[in-house]
């Protein structure tokens, strides 16, 4: 017999869902950035690591921000936006 998902297990595993993705999001998007940002000629100027600890910082900056939405927000939603 299959055990039965509850909604507030259902909720969470959502929540946790969508907000892993909105870090790993902002981590590839803001590494990728650093490097773009810093152009061809100066790309090589910023190393691998710095490139990748920009990106983590902005990945960690949007983890907070997912979990301060759900603790003064809308339980299920890793958003900051009212309805989402």
């Given at each position: 017999m299959a055990h039965a998902i509850t909604p507030i297990a259902k909720t969470a595993k959502t929540y946790a869902r969508d907000l892993t993705e909105r870090v790993l999001a902002t981590f590839?998007?803001?590494s990728a950035?650093?490097?773009?940002?810093?152009?061809?000629?100066?790309?090589?100027?910023?190393?691998?690591?710095?490139?990748?600890?920009?990106?983590?910082?902005a990945a960690a900056g949007s983890l907070v921000?997912?979990?301060?939405?759900?603790?003064?927000?809308?339980?299920?939603?890793?958003?900051?936006?009212?309805?989402?």
């Open positions: 590839v998007v803001a950035g650093v490097a773009i940002a810093a152009g061809p000629a100066d790309m090589f100027h910023a190393s691998f690591w710095e490139s990748v600890g920009a990106g983590g910082l921000k997912g979990m301060l939405a759900r603790a003064f927000g809308d339980k299920n939603s890793a958003s900051a936006a009212p309805g989402v």
